[in-house]
Structures are given as structure tokens and as C-alpha cells.
């Protein structure tokens, strides 16, 4: 029913009247004689989605919470929300079901079908057609999701559901859709309820366990070092070349010009990936030797724009990261100093940075042919750590030259794409570049924001790149001169009280509303040029410069001569 954010009308409080008619229709329609709703006022609002219009019906809270909704056509049942399941346990009768498919396919819009159930099934309470709730195993109590069951679950309790196929649940509302965003909720999933009262649910059917590999310490990110006894003149060239890549395309420090030692002390060999040794990987290690040679081989390359003679160079420019093969293609990874590991530095704000940590999932042909141990996300140094264990254990590493492993036809189907690359690729490959091209087609890339060390933005790592924050002056019709900031929700930072702060902090009138454009989110608007102190006032709320787009739309002034 909210698969896109529904549209939503102004709330109203709900008459007395009314809100005494509604609390017997929850009574009577769930068997739930006792319940009464907590605060004093109930608000209600229409509500327009792709599939229905209907009425929704709220808490009185500072932020409004929504408890139950109706379609406003047909005979349709009155829905709980899942946050009214948490405030009141019993008002529905609960199917469990694992984690991966509530991840994968329940907040991805699917329906729950019966194979992903976990019986036995409390068939007193769950009857085809009415109301029902989903719950991870895990936390029983707990309701995730509401639907509509499609199915007599009776004959499932005696003959199981492995084999059979079809749509047990059809799903309604989940935790995950668009009745959160249209409220803009920030609300976590809790692990437990405090007073549940649900019926008895029966534990977890045990299920064969599968073999894992004992647990152990990961090797370092990129650690070859501490695989090999020592880096090769090839491999400190590898991770010199990829630390450039990483600080054209990853560095939100980098101001150009910058002379060559600066650039290389404070940005370059910062960026060498966690676990390597800067003493091992450096410029005199390598085969250029010299930092000069270093910048001019890149400069040959197209990557780096120099100026000066001999030894005294200073980085002018770099190449467009969308144009360079090398850099369109770079998979970033942990550094040396992770800042998920160490924490954020300050930079001139009332408290921590906010920062961003890369993650990688697997595909299901990664899953099946590497020994991932039933892990969902990880980081680059452990699929490193899987590929060496894999390499290893299937004894593909060549006895003169470890460094160089002999592709199996597992491995080699894994690091090629296309009946081309087929064809042209070697069955000898160094390990570097296995796990580059593997990362490259078998993991997705995801993030995750944190407001700090301990405080994750989202519950679960987002797909693509962290979006930005964007800062517009522009003049409108009239000849007036705005600034509108949008794109600024997924930092947990509420329209509202921005608004407040920036009417404050610009002397200026400020207005909320929705952006034009795709995806349609909140957009603050304010009157006059204020982008600079816009942005001075997102970095103390934590907010990086790097994660903030900033555009002048307005021609300045001309100087009279």
C-alpha cells in the first residue's frame, strides 16, 4: 500500500466522538478489550498513495507517529501500523521468518511467501483473510511487517512448508516503506518489546547447521606483507599506483596546487591501503625511486597536471575521474587510518564529524564459490583474507612466484566478463588483480552513514554513493535571490528545526517545501545569498564539506569602469 511515499494532507485533531468510535472498532476488530490509545488526542489525515486513498490516524507527539490506517473505499479491514504492534502487543497474530528475506525481499516490496515461513503456526489466531503480522525468529514479538493472510495454515503444522510454493502472506504496510518517509520517522527496529503479551510462540525449528570456518583473526586489509615475507619492487608499484587512484577520487582534502612533497606526504601515503606498512610501500621502494620520476610518469599517464623543473614540481590539476578508465573503474578501500576504526576528527565543529564507512555484499555467484561463511557485508581486506584462504585451500598459488596464482575454472569464470575478455585473459594472474576484478563483478558496493564513532545514521548499509547535501543561490522570477538547500534528510537533520536555525543565522525569512526534481525530498528555502554560511552552519552540525554541493546560479555585478 506504500510502496512510494504516500501523498499526505495537513492533520487534524480527530473529535471526541470520533476517536471514542475508533478506539471500539480496534477493540472489537482484534479482541483487544483493553486498549485504549495513550495521549489524550488522536490526529488524523487523508492520504493518497499509487494503489489507495484512505485515512491515517496518529499519535499527538511532538513528531507524530502513525498507529492506523484505512483504505477509504470498500469494506477493508482496520490496519495497525508496526509501530502500533510495538506500543500494544497482541492486536495480531504473528508469522515468523528469517532475516534474508526480510532484508532482501519483504523492504524490498515483495510478498511473503509460504517457503519463507517458519512453522509451526499458531492456526487459533491466524485465520485465511484477516490481518496478520510478520516477525523475524530472531525477535518473535516484534512485528515487522502486516498483511493479509492468503493461505490455511493448518495442513503446514503436519507436513512443513519445504515444497510448496505461493503467496502466504500479501503485505500491506512494512517498517521500511513509504509511511516512514512520508512522516520522516527515525525510528530503529527494537530487538525486544518490554511488556509483550503476544501469544506463545514456539522456538526455532533446528536447522542443520552448516559448516563454517573456525574464526579467525583477518590478515590485514590488503596484507600481502604479512602473506609474503616481502613486498616485491611489482607490488609496492601496485599500491603506490592505487593510493594515487584512491587520492584523486576519494580525497576530500586535496586543494590543488600543492607542491609535490606536501602532496605526497599528507595526502598519497595516507592513502595506502589499512594494513600496509609505510616504511615497506614508499616511493623509494619502488622502481621510480625518486618522487619527481613518481608524478612525471603519471603526468605521462594523463592523471596529473604538473609544473616546475628537476626536482621542484608542484601538482597544478588532475584528470576528470568519470573520463580515465583507471579511475572510472577504481573500488575504493579501507586506508591506513580508517576512520571508522579511529573515529572522526574534529574540523572546526561543535562536536563529532559525521562520516561514511565503504562496505561490499556479495553476489550469489560470489556466495557459492568463495567461502564467505554466510557473512552479508564485508570489507575489503576480508574478502583479501577469503580469496587468500580460497587460493590456499584449492592449492593455486605457484610454487616459484606466490605472488601469481594459476586461475581455476571457478576463479577464472569469477575475473572474467564477456566472451572477449575470455579469450584474452591469461590463467596466470597476480593476486592484486583477481581481487580488484572480483570486487569489480561480484560485490556490490554499499555505505553506511554514522553521526559518530557509536551512532549509525542507517540501520543497514545503502546501495551506491552517500548522497550529497546541495546549496543553490539562484534569482527567481522578480529578480529576487534565494538559496534553497536540499538532499539533507538522510543526515537525521529534521526540516524544522533547520529552518529555524537558518532564519536565525541569515536574518532572513525561510520557507519548507518539497523539491521539484526526482527523488522529491525536503527543500528549505531562504531568501537572499547565504551559501557560505550555510555551509559553515552544516559543518557544526557535523556535516563534511566534502558531502555538501555548492551553486551560484547569480551573475555577479558587473565593476563599472
Known amino acids: 500500500m506504500f510502496k512510494k511515499t504516500p501523498h499526505i494532507k495537513p492533520l487534524s485533531n480527530l473529535k471526541n466522538s470520533e476517536q471514542r468510535k475508533l478506539q471500539q472498532e480496534v477493540q472489537k476488530q482484534f479482541g483487544v478489550d483493553e486498549f485504549v490509545f495513550s495521549g489524550n488526542t488522536v490526529k488524523q489525515t487523508n492520504f493518497q498513495s499509487t494503489t489507495s486513498v484512505g485515512t491515517i490516524y496518529l499519535n499527538d507527539e511532538k513528531i507524530p507517529v502513525p498507529l492506523f490506517f484505512k483504505e477509504k473505499h470498500g469494506s477493508g479491514p482496520l490496519w495497525p501500523s508496526v509501530y502500533a504492534c510495538w506500543s500494544h502487543p497482541g492486536l495480531l497474530p504473528i508469522i515468523l521468518t528469517h532475516s534474508v528475506v526480510i532484508e532482501d525481499h519483504l523492504f524490498n516490496g515483495a510478498n511473503l511467501m509460504i517457503s519463507g515461513t517458519m512453522p509451526p503456526f499458531d492456526v487459533a489466531h491466524l485465520h485465511k483473510g484477516r490481518p496478520c503480522g510478520i516477525a523475524n525468529y530472531k525477535s518473535p514479538d516484534v512485528i515487522i511487517a502486516v498483511g493479509t493472510l492468503k493461505m490455511d495454515l493448518e495442513p503446514f503444522n503436519t507436513t512443513g512448508v519445504v515444497g510448496h510454493s505461493g503467496v502466504v502472506v500479501e503485505v500491506a504496510h512494512h517498517f521500511a516503506d513509504g509511511l516512514a518517509d512520508a512522516f520522516r520517522l527515525k525510528l530503529d527496529i527494537p530487538d525486544k518489546l518490554e511488556s509483550a503479551t503476544t501469544q506463545e510462540v514456539a522456538e526455532e525449528p533446528p536447522v542443520e547447521a552448516k559448516p563454517t570456518s573456525p574464526v579467525t583473526n583477518p590478515v590485514a586489509v590488503d596484507d600481502l606483507a604479512e602473506v609474503l615475507e616481502t613486498l616485491s619492487v611489482e607490488d609496492v608499484d601496485y599500491f603506490m599506483t592505487r593510493a594515487l587512484y584512491y587520492t584523486l577520487t576519494q580525497e576530500p582534502k586535496l586543494a590543488l596546487p600543492i607542491n609535490a612533497s606536501n602532496f605526497m606526504s599528507m595526502h598519497l601515503m595516507k592513502c595506502l591501503p589499512k594494513g600496509i606498512d609505510a616504511t615497506e610501500v614508499n616511493v623509494k621502494k619502488s622502481s621510480w625511486k625518486k618522487t619527481a620520476k613518481y608524478l612525471k610518469h603519471f603526468e605521462k599517464e594523463g592523471l596529473l597536471k604538473l609544473k616546475g623543473k628537476g626536482d621542484d614540481l608542484v601538482v ?152 550529497k547535501v546541495h546549496i543553490i543561490t539562484e534569482m527567481k522570477i522578480g529578480r529576487k535571490v534565494v538559496t534553497r538547500v536540499y538532499n539533507f534528510d538522510h543526515l537525521n537533520i529534521r526540516d524544522t528545526e533547520f529552518a529555524a536555525d537558518l532564519r536565525k543565522l541569515c536574518s532572513a525569512s525561510t520557507t519548507i ?14 531568501q537572499g545569498a547565504h551559501g557560505p554560511l550555510i555551509i559553515d552552519h552544516l559543518r557544526e552540525l557535523g556535516v563534511p564539506s566534502s558531502w555538501v554541493v555548492f551553486e551560484n546560479k547569480v551573475k555577479p555585478k558587473k565593476k563599472r569602469k
Request: cysteine-free.
Open 316 to 467: 597544478v590539476g588532475s584528470t576528470d575521474s568519470k573520463t580515465h578508465a583507471g579511475l572510472k573503474d577504481f573500488v575504493p578501500y579501507l586506508v591506513g587510518n580508517s576512520i571508522a576504526e579511529s573515529g572522526p576528527k574534529s574540523q572546526t565543529t561543535n562536536g563529532p564529524v559525521m562520516f561514511a564507512v565503504t562496505s561490499f555484499q556479495p553476489d550469489s555467484t560470489a556466495q557459492t564459490a568463495l567461502p564467505l561463511g554466510g557473512q552479508r557485508y564485508f570489507s575489503g581486506p576480508e574478502i583479501r583474507e577469503v580469496l587468500n584462504e580460497y587460493i590456499t585451500a584449492n592449492k593455486l598459488a605457484q610454487p616459484n612466484n606466490p605472488k601469481m596464482v594459476l586461475l581455476n575454472d571457478t576463479l577464472f569464470g569469477m575475473v572474467t566478463k564477456g566472451n572477449e575478455e575470455k579469450q584474452t585473459t591469461k590463467r596466470i594472474m597476480a593476486r592484486p588483480e583477481i581481487l580488484e576484478r572480483v570486487m569489480k563483478y561480484h560485490f556490490k558496493t554499499l555505505y553506511q552513514l554514522f553521526k559518530d564513532k557509536d551512532t549509525p545514521l542507517t540501520k543497514h548499509p545503502q546501495k551506491g554513493e552517500p548522497p
Open 513 to 526: 517545501g518539497k523539491t521539484v526534481s526526482t527523488p522529491v525530498v525536503s527543500e528549505i528555502q531562504v
